[in-house]
């Protein structure tokens, strides 16, 4: 996977709560095993019209907002597992989900595949909408190593949880087998220390 270093960039504001996977992506684009592609598809409902137009009242159809930072409201994420709806979101561009609750499986998912959840506070996400409203323009800086969220305007900054074992491998770019193979000395090593019985 690609390495997660520190974020800073313009957002993209989704204020709409309680968005579920099948919003994000729907059913019937899922017929496709590979990651690539469906960022196409990515709310695409929302997107588009019955004649396939891009509905201009649609944030991602508006280009005064832009960046790697995705900001949604309060229970991002829920609804079915699919995997696919990590895919879009990654595949479009976005590197963080902000949100000031995430379901857990799509929370699982995001990390999984090199997509970076940031969970903060009703408070603090108020106030990056606000800003925003401000300033379309406005950055956040994400700092993963040190588990941060800055709004850069105001110098606002509020810490986030993260899976210390998914942050390492974020940081490094790893997947679970990737994981698994940088550890392939230490576990040659300990495997020659065990004894062997016959019987």
């Not at 479009?92 to 959840?117: E, H, Q, T, W």
């Not at 903060?120 to 925003?132: D, N, P």
């Amino acid at each position: 996977m690609e390495k997660f270093t520190t974020i800073i960039s313009s957002c993209v504001p989704l204020n709409v709560e309680n968005v579920d996977t099948d919003q994000i992506v729907p059913a019937r684009f899922l017929k496709a095993t590979s990651r690539e592609g469906f960022g196409d598809n990515l709310f695409r409902d929302w997107r588009y019209d019955a004649n396939n137009q891009p509905k201009k009242d649609f944030v991602l159809n508006n280009p005064t907002y832009s960046g790697k930072i995705l900001v949604a409201g309060k229970n991002f994420g829920c609804g079915s597992s699919r995997e696919h709806a990590v895919w879009a979101i990654y595949d479009y561009g976005f590197r963080v989900v902000v949100s000031s609750f995430f379901a857990d499986i799509f929370k699982n998912n995001a990390l999984n595949c090199g997509l970076l959840p940031v969970q903060v506070t009703e408070a603090f996400l108020a106030k990056i909408f606000s800003q925003i409203d401000k300033d379309p323009k406005t950055e956040l800086k994400v700092d993963l190593e040190n588990q941060s969220i800055t709004i850069l305007a105001t110098g606002e900054t509020e810490n986030f949880e993260v899976n210390p074992y998914k942050k390492e491998c974020l940081l490094k770019g790893y997947d679970d087998v990737d994981y698994l193979l940088s550890l392939k000395d230490k576990i040659e090593a300990y495997e020659k220390t065990r004894t062997v019985f016959t019987v």
